[in-house]
């Protein structure tokens, strides 16, 4: 008994521990959660003044339970104080254990500078369950050894909630510091510390330590901070695991000149700068940790012999790795969604990573280093880095928010390649002979393009946008050129060559950007900028500090400040260039010796062109200065406006008599002037409106256009801007194949130089004269009474309309349908005969198209018929049918034959009976025969054999034998008797038989009587 009752209370504890263990509200492992502190309820505090222990004898005098050892330690427990004035528990010099528990310490007005427990130059000291409020320090140690704080509670403005310095052997466990305190934990010199299981809410810092060694901090949460969450400074040996950090003004866990750190399997989320920062420190590793919507992720800087594995970092908007000039860097399985990763140094060996299994945005991460004349499949990748690597070809590839970098390479080309929502995009780093083809850059944060020390770089047939940055940027890149290429929308300049000499700039479009369209400065010597054209930016193309160099064929209209300016060049040739509609078309300052020819300068706000007193020796000669604010304004004295033999400029408020005076200070002179006519607007001709059919090819709307100064043409269908481009003057063509039924405006602008603009519109209709598409189904013959059976037509129009299904001249169905679809019409259920089902199938346009399929409903099923058994019978038995079971949909006449003579025939409904009685000895064969009303036949044979009765049977049972078994009768069988055959009646039989007996009897008792 006893041990089935250990039994029974076995199961019972293993139940309610798996019940404990499976309850959703069971205590659950967390290693980036504190535990939550409390011991349960506490008893009344006792309310006490301020509280001073200077010695080991204090404890004793003033009555404090305990001895003093670690067994049995002296205790300052459940105690109200209430003070402003004055540390409320303070305890100094002390060598003996001691206990502070379960004290609740306030203060008593707004403002509190004061304490609320004070240790100083102890040892073996606890304090544990206090709650201190509104004091300037919570707790403060300085000097004591071998203390420890657990399940503390702090509350209110304190500028530390704990405050320990000069110290070692510390720990901090299972507190809870909120509501605005400055620092949760500030350590100054302190050693061997554990703080673990706190929670921080609503601090400046959550932990704060500087200059210390082995300190350990884990699984504490810290909630929203205004600076950061764990911040380290030259402390050596330090571990963080399992923290969890969150909503930080600043970085989580920033590690400041802390060698021989570890930190793992922390969680960072919405930090305002990095997740996880180390810096100046030796032999980092990061391990598992997981940062989330921060702008960094993980940094690196100035980290030597670092390693980053493991980690997951999400939803970053800069980087999810950032190595900044990090010496041996290890990365490893790390796992980045949303950014990427940037490396950053002054030298090549900052650019030389160990790396492994890395993904980024869901792919592999490209890093390529030391290699040579390799083909990268750029679709393959996430994010793609080339460091001292030769003859690369990179073709391909959808980059979203990560960088790319060319690092310490050459002889590389880029081609294909798209680069979305990025910081940067494309970084090229003493990188020579370069070639970026076909590059799309868009909403990125600052450049498309950034080049520093790569010579001979050419950018071509690439496209740039909405960037807040400069498109393209070239610092210190000799030789480089920037063709075929379109930027437009954008916060910042265009294309940048900065200390880039014999660059070319040409063939390119710069539109809607907030500053220079086009700029070339300082010492970007013998640059060409050629046929480029800049418009609505704030100015269009600026030379600065760059001798000798040319701009011809550009085209600048519509900037805000200036159209080109030449700023502290030296021997700077313009010529063939458009300035109009900008503030001012073309301005020199400090420069000599330019020579500007053959521009047109017009129509421009301020001034057509200008000219600084500080500009010496220049040219100006053959251009068309017209409409102007004013037309030229010069505060040179040396300048030249002729060519000093009869050629000087055209001007349209020159009078046609004498010289021209030239605007400004310096009292310049054309001697060879000559007028402009007033312009006129762009010619564009009218067509006539079209009529088009629907699918055809080769339609076309022609407008003859032509202008002296074009510049730019929109093409809109209904409104909707179809084409734009420049406009040499040429005709203008659309091709307006493909559209669909309906009535379209097109219209065309043409914009010349001047501003001056004209427009034509031509208004197409687009009809549909094409039929629907309609199959012919075959002939349907079909078995009466069968189903299953449809007509089934597949149609097809652009524009579908309606349907109609007629069968002999009836409408059975209609309806719509759409664009390519089967139309159906079921055809089960008719009778016997030929039918006529005809569809009609529109468009909306009214096209018709017709189709008949004839149904023929016939009746070639034979009647179903039974068979019966074969009968065999002795003569004279009774009660012998014979039963045909019999069916078909049109049931019409039977015969029945005997030995090939009919017998009988008649109507049928679904059975046939027939009497075979009475017939003599013998066999007998009985077919039937039925048809239906569509001549359908079927027949079925019986054997009926009559034996002769046996005069030696004692039996009177009548014995019939049959071959099968019976048919089954039917209430509406039909059973026909046979007719009368000559055969002795049965009873004479019997009375013959009786009379026999009867005389046999009479005989053999006479003969016994003789006896």
Known sequence: MRTGSTRVIFVVMVLGLSMILASPDAPKDSTSMPLQHGDGVRVAYTSSGPIAISSDADFVSQGWPGSGTAADPYRIENLSIVTSSSTAINVSSTTAYFVIKNCLIQNSSSVDLTTGIALKDNAHGVIRDCIVENKHDGIYINGSNETALDNNTFL?????????????????????????????????????????????????????????????????????????????????????????????????????????????????????????????????????????????????????????????????????????????????????????????????????????????????????????NTIVDGSKFGQIMLVNSTGMRVS???????????????????????????????????????????????????????????????????????????????????????????????????????????????????????????????????????????????????????????????????????????????????????????????????????????????????????????????????????????????????????????????????????????????GRIDHYPVGIALPVPPFISQPENMTVTEDTIGNVILWEARSLFPDWYTISRNTTLLNEGEWNGSNISLNIDGLEVGTFNFTVVVYDRLGLTNSSSVIVTVVDTTAPSLDSPPDITYEVGTTGHQVVWTAAAHHPGSHTIYRNGTVVASGNWSVSTTISVSIDGLSLGLYNFTIVVRDLSGNLVVDTVWVMVRDTTPPSLTSPADVTYVMGAVGHVLQWNVSDLFPAGYRIYRNGTVVMSAEWTDSVSLNVDYLIVGTYNFTLVVWDGSGNTAADTVIVTVVPYSTTSTSSTTETTATSTSPTTSNNSTTTPLPTEPMVPAWALGVVAGVFSVVILVLLVLLRRRQ
């Open 156 to 372: 209110g403005a304190m500028v530390s909630a704990m405050y320990v310095q000069w110290a070692s052997g510390l720990s901090i466990t299972n507190s809870t510091v909120s509501l605005n305190a400055n620092r949760g934990v500030t350590l100054e010199y302190v050693d061997d510390v554990e703080i673990s299981r706190n929670l921080f809410n609503n601090t400046d810092y959550g932990i704060y330590s500087y200059y210390g060694d082995n300190l350990s901090i884990s699984s504490n949460t810290i909630l929203p901070s205004s600076s950061s969450g764990v911040y380290v400074y030259w402390t050596s040996n330090v571990t963080a695991y399992d923290n969890y950090v969150t909503a930080i003004n600043s970085a989580g866990l920033i590690f400041y000149s802390s060698d021989s750190l570890n930190v793992t399997r922390n969680t960072v989320s919405k930090a305002h700068a990095s997740g996880i920062i180390a810096q100046y420190s030796d032999h980092v590793e990061m391990s598992f940790n997981t940062i989330e919507a921060s702008t960094y992720g993980i940094t690196l800087s100035r980290i030597t012999n670092g390693s980053v594995r493991g980690s997951v970092i999400s939803g970053c908007t800069l980087y999810g790795l950032y190595l900044d000039q990090s010496l041996g860097t290890q990365l490893y399985d790390n796992t980045i969604a949303g950014s990427g990763i940037y490396v950053y140094g002054p030298s090549l060996e900052y650019y030389v990573v160990e790396e492994s299994n890395n993904t980024v945005n869901g792919k592999s991460f490209g890093y390529f280093l030391n290699r040579t």
């Open 396 to 666: 391909g590839g959808f980059f979203e928010n990560v960088p790319t970098r060319i690092e310490y390479s050459n002889q590389t080309t880029l081609s294909g390649m798209t680069m979305v929502n990025t910081y940067r995009g494309l970084s090229l780093d003493y990188s020579p002979n370069i070639t970026v083809v076909d590059l799309s850059v868009s909403n990125a944060t600052t450049n498309g393009v950034g080049a520093f020390m790569t010579d001979n770089l050419t950018i071509k047939d690439s496209h740039f946008e909405f960037l807040t940055g400069i498109a393209v940027q070239l610092e210190s890149c000799s030789h480089a050129t920037v063709v075929n290429t379109t930027i437009q929308r954008l916060n910042n300049q265009g294309i940048s060559l900065s200390l880039s000499p014999f660059g070319t700039i040409a063939n390119n479009t710069v539109d809607d950007c907030s500053s220079w369209g086009i700029s070339v400065t300082t010492t970007s010597y013998n640059a060409t900028v050629l046929r480029n054209t800049v418009r609505s930016c704030t100015g269009g193309v600026f030379i600065s500090s760059s001798h000798n160099s040319t701009m011809r064929d550009n085209t600048v209209v519509g900037n805000s400040a200036y159209g080109v300016k030449v700023a502290w060049s030296n021997h700077v040739h313009v010529s063939n260039t458009t300035s109009i509609l900008n503030n001012v078309g073309l301005y020199s300052v400090g420069s000599d010796n330019g020579t500007y020819m053959n521009n047109t300068v017009m129509s421009n706000g301020d001034t057509g062109i200008g000219v600084d007193g500080t500009s010496d020796y220049s040219v100006f000669v053959g251009n068309l200065l017209g409409w102007n604010g004013i037309n030229a304004e010069d505060a040179s004295s040396t300048s030249a406006w002729d060519d000093n033999v009869s050629r000087g400029n055209a001007w349209s408020d020159y009078n046609g008599t004498g010289v021209y005076p030239v605007g400004g200070t310096g």
